[in-house]
């Protein structure tokens, strides 16, 4: 059996299944990723170099694209997906659901569709919101989405996920385009600067890094662990030169079917999810992901903060709103989850299992059972 999403935390993070977790080969070595980046992905490389405990697949609509130079603008490949969209839910007679933060991600989506929809077509779009959506971008709010979308409350998105009435899409992956969280985790206690030094002379940074990380019997791996990262960059098509970049790729290469999939397992109608039909992020296609490729030299400026500068000044383009070119990013999606039921994994089919993982999809010849 082989494997698209796994619930990270439960299989390798929750004490409870500790137990369990040892028979995994190499599952307690792996588990100091989730130390590093965070406990809730579903870290699968796509890049195909980080053999991983168990068996997984990439979905053929999540795989790298083959690099090539483009010119095309952000701002163009934003309008372009948008009127795809738009063009998708005229042509299947379905509502096109928007999951609506507040954030820069989805009130990114949401200026798109107001630039390229007919009147016609915003009276097919739902946005689902709460209340910290509000609060988060209140101008944006009572300037434009109560005012032109119908809206409904986001905390019912697991009814609408799945649904054959919607094409539901979300902010998802945008991210994995420009940075990750890790970048400013690093620089907490450095200087800013750190981040954009060369890859050649900070791996010791990076070690130190991940050895500050790691729990006390995980700290032995950190460089074992760098190695294996490292491996990741140098079989990359394009240069990465800087920390920042380490930590970008890392997050691109590892994390993007974890993101594009890790709503669906909330699904009310998990039988009938189908990727790119029902279901699909914004930020997924291959033009987002090569023009991200093509320009790591502009994902942040030199000073903090500065994260997502250029989907904030798209939005500005059409807003005006020069609040919103300082605005933090600040993490939302976890208030939607609360209290929601997940299953343990899905493979390659789409059959959701509550079942722990056991040795039909277990990897034995992975890098995280070599380290012992």
């Given at each position: ?14 004490p409870?299944n500790?137990h369990k ?36 697949t ?7 694209p ?19 969209l ?10 096109l ?14 200026c ?6 007919t009147s ?23 300037n434009?989405?109560i005012?032109k979308?119908?809206c ?38 450095r ?11 900070a ?19 950190a ?8 491996k ?6 394009i ?10 790729w ?20 998990p039988?009938?999810?189908k ?8 930020y997924n ?7 991200a ?13 500065t994260?997502?500068y250029?989907p ?8 005006k ?14 208030r ?17 299992s ?16 070599k380290m012992?």
């Amino acid at each position: 059996m082989s494997l698209v999403y796994y619930n990270s935390y439960e299989i390798f993070m929750n004490p409870a299944n500790g137990h369990k977790l040892k028979n995994i080969p190499g599952g307690d070595i792996f588990a100091s990723y989730f130390q590093i980046f965070s406990q809730n992905i579903t870290a699968i490389d796509r890049s195909g170099v980080m053999q991983i405990p168990l068996t997984t697949t990439i979905l053929p609509h999540l795989v790298i694209p083959l690099f090539t130079t483009t010119t095309t603008s952000f701002e163009e490949i934003c309008d372009t997906r948008a009127r795809q969209l738009l063009t998708k839910c005229n042509q299947t007679n379905k509502t096109l659901a928007v999951m609506y933060s507040g954030g820069i991600d989805s009130t990114l989506i949401l200026c798109s569709l107001l630039k390229n929809a007919t009147s016609e077509e915003l009276k097919k779009i739902v946005v689902l919101l709460s209340n910290q959506s509000i609060q988060e971008n209140p101008n944006f709010y009572y300037n434009y989405v109560i005012k032109k979308f119908k809206c409904v409350s986001s905390y019912k998105f697991h009814h609408y996920l799945g649904s054959d009435e919607y094409l539901f899409i979300s902010g998802e992956n945008a991210d994995q385009l420009f940075g990750s969280q890790v970048n400013d985790e690093f620089a907490l206690n450095r200087p800013y600067a750190d981040l954009f030094k060369p890859i050649a002379t900070a791996q010791g940074d990076i070690i130190d890094f991940f050895t500050n990380k790691l729990t006390e019997s995980k700290k032995q791996y950190a460089e074992r662990i760098f190695l294996l990262f490292k491996k990741i960059i140098d079989a990359a098509p394009i240069e990465l030169d800087t920390i920042y970049k380490f930590f970008w790729w890392i997050n691109f290469t590892t994390k993007w079917q974890s993101v594009y999939m890790r709503a669906i397992p909330y699904s009310s109608n998990p039988t009938s999810i189908k990727l790119e039909e029902n279901y699909t992020t914004f930020y997924n296609p291959p033009e987002f992901q090569l023009w991200a490729m093509n320009n790591t030299n502009s994902f942040v400026k030199d000073t903090a903060n500065t994260t997502k500068y250029i989907p904030k000044e798209y939005i500005y383009n059409f807003n005006k709103d020069e609040h919103y070119l300082k605005k933090p990013k600040i993490g939302s999606l976890g208030r939607m989850l609360e209290r929601k039921k997940i299953g343990l994994t899905i493979d390659n089919n789409m059959n959701f299992s509550d079942d722990f993982p056991n040795e039909t999809c277990y990897n034995y010849d992975n890098d995280f059972v070599k380290m012992k």
